[in-house]
């Protein structure tokens, strides 16, 4: 039996519409009748917009050839980037019915490439730690994750191919492992983020989420940048269980263990790194730097609706009011120690395999998950990619985290898909 179209990924569907196989109509179509059957449940969608991609999908139909490489892919655009036809609500009352007429950068590029959007995502408030109203499509009664919950959720409940996130915490990996999706924040600065609500000016990167690893390199490729050429030997894997090994959940450890040994028997030439002591530090430093600079950017909509803010982000505002000048200097020299402490490792190892996240998603909506395992990296600003792997106790997914050198993101992508092709 054929593949319903929005099962496919990004990839496939790029194909077979070049093929003449499939048309971005009926690929939309079939978005929107899986969103019309399943959202009451998932809710997934702050707003949608099916005219408009019904409109654009005709007109790319009507094209002799592809527009560019991602011709015809519907997207989930989270609720904190700009969009010229819907409302930017930023998951917070003080932006309902907001409407900034223009897209984000990032969503021009992507729809001068072929895409099409499809909607709004839900995001948790200003990407913040407060929960939105997904849930978990693997099983409704545990979270999402967050801060990029619509999107992580539309992408695996085959909503949308592609859906967007932004990490400065852990906003991207994190919502990829517990979706059982592939997840891609990249080096820090990769993208423009303009039209983006800013949180932390320094740490505020974009992601995505998508089915197989091949569909980062066409997203990439919408970017400006050229895919890496596959891999014609097997990486060189630095096996990090990191700092905070103890705080992961034991099944995800041998979960983690045992994907390990099946790259290790494939080919990979895999070692161990170990962290130096001193990055025991970096939580710390990551968290004074997200949230004094949130109280830069969040000053504003504190002074003029107070009530509005949860107290979950009141209570950030307030954590970032008392660093002082000497801790966030402090945190920053203690990230550049950490990034000269990374330089060598590059000199061993292709990427790093570390943990994603402590375990399959909790229960309950309100608590979206401990970003212990993406907290130092979204500080470093390294390029990081979650895949697939395993389930937990609750037949929930597992995943393992891939992390590359500063700006090498194509190989990692190109790498990525050399191990997901083995642990698939």
Known sequence: MAKSPNTLSAADAVKRMADK??????????CLDRI????GEVHAWEALDPDGARKRADMLDRRARPVGPLH?????????????????????PIYRGRKAGKDAACVAQLV??????????????????????????HNLRHTPAGSSSGSAAAVADFMAPVGYGTQTSGSVIRPGAFNGIVAYKGTYGWADLAGVKTYAKSLDTLGFFVREA??????????????????????RIGFSRTRWWGQAERYNQKNIEAAVKTLRAAGAKVGSWEMPE???????????????EATFHYGPERKRFPNLLSPSLSQSLEVGDAVTPAQLADAKRRKQRALADLAPVWERFDILLVPTARGEAPAGLGYTGDPIFNRYWTLLGSPCVALPVGAGPFDLPLSVQLVGPHGDDDKLVAWARWVEQRLS
Not at 36 to 39: G, I, S, T
Not at 283 to 290: F, G, L, P, Q
Request: some cysteine.
């Open 278 to 292: 001193s990055w025991d530090a970096l939580i710390e430093a990551h968290n004074r730097v997200m949230t004094k």
């Open 36 to 39: 019309a059957a399943r959202e």
């Open 21 to 30: 196989r499939l048309k971005a109509r009926d690929l939309v179509e079939a």
């Open 214 to 235: 091949n569909d980062l390199a066409l997203i990439r490729a919408a970017y400006g940048h050229e895919p890496a050429d596959p891999p014609t030997e097997a990486p």
């Open 112 to 137: 001068q490439a072929g895409a099409i959007v499809l909607g709004k995502s839900v995001t948790t408030e200003f990407a913040g730690a407060h929960a939105g109203k997904t849930h978990n499509p």
């Open 72 to 92: 015809g892919i519907p997207l989930a655009v989270k609720d904190i980037i700009d969009t010229k036809a819907m409302t930017t609500e930023c998951g917070s």
